[in-house]
């Protein structure tokens, strides 16, 4: 259980870094969304960052109530779901590098 | 409805279904269970490394290199941060495999490489950070 929380720990450094490019970045002409202010491509990308989050944290949250339960191992779809994630959080990273330099 | 992937016959739902080698062989005991996951867990936090190295050099470090050049270090440490991610799946499935089959753990490179791979990178950017100076 420890493992997945540092491992969501590890996944919030990631974004703080993204999210902090995001909110360096000089703030684009036009919005990819009218009425969203801030959501440039940069925005995406923290968003993106932002879900992978949200995914991680469900997945270390149902993990954990199973080790609570029982020592089950764990389901491929669990581990596919975080490992899915992580590759998507590494696309948003190297976006946010290509965008941000 | 879930619709079916881009030149295969696969859909989402596919990929997602428990894999047919858990189906396979016996239960292995569950403490080697846990380390196996445990130990993708691990390899998951390196990927996780990586990939904070790289964002973390690219926003904090600006002047270490011409852009060029640190755009490509940056998106290079960034790539294998996110193809160790997937490959540390493909080594969790077949470490499970193997265990429910009684088979010997299959040996993998990843190690060897990621040595390599942290060796030079760490190489590169100190000789960035001495030409900087």
Same mark, same amino acid.
């Given at each position: 259980?420890?493992? %997945?929380?540092?491992?969501?720990? *590890?996944?919030?450094?990631?974004?703080?870094?993204? %999210?902090? *490019? %995001?909110?360096?970045?000089?703030? *684009?002409?036009?919005?990819l969304v009218a009425g969203l202010p801030g959501l440039d491509y940069q925005g995406i990308c923290a968003l993106m960052a932002a879900a992978a989050t949200i995914v991680l944290a469900s997945v270390v949250w149902v993990r954990s109530r199973q080790l609570h339960?029982?020592?089950? /191992? /764990?389901?491929?779809?669990?581990?596919l779901v975080s490992t899915l994630?992580?590759?998507?959080?590494?696309?948003?990273?190297?976006?946010?590098?290509?965008?941000?330099g | 409805m879930v619709g079916k992937l881009p030149g295969t016959d696969k859909t989402w739902r596919d990929i997602l279904r428990e894999p047919a080698w858990r189906r396979?062989?016996?239960?292995?005991?569950?403490?080697?269970s846990l380390a196996n996951e445990r130990t993708?867990?691990? %390899?998951?936090?390196?990927?996780?490394?990586?990939?904070?190295?790289?964002?973390a050099v690219d926003q904090l470090a600006p002047n270490i290199a011409p852009t060029p050049v640190r755009l490509v270090l940056c998106v290079l440490l960034a790539l294998v941060g996110a193809g160790l991610a997937a490959l540390s799946y493909r080594r969790?499935?077949?470490?499970?495999?193997?265990?429910?089959?009684?088979q010997a753990l299959p040996f993998s490179r990843v190690m060897l490489f990621m040595t390599i791979v942290v060796a030079v990178a760490a190489f590169a950017f100190a000789v960035l950070i001495l030409v900087a100076r």
């Open positions: 259980m420890l493992a %997945w929380r540092r491992t969501l720990i *590890s996944l919030v450094v990631v974004d703080l870094f993204i %999210w902090r *490019s %995001w909110l360096t970045s000089e703030p *684009s002409t036009g919005n339960a029982g020592n089950e /191992a /764990a389901s491929a779809r669990l581990v994630a992580v590759v998507g959080l590494g696309a948003t990273a190297i976006a946010a590098i290509a965008l941000g | 396979t062989g016996k239960t292995p005991d569950y403490r080697f993708f867990l691990a %390899w998951i936090r390196t990927s996780l490394a990586l990939l904070a190295g790289a964002v969790w499935g077949q470490m499970e495999a193997a265990m429910r089959n009684d």
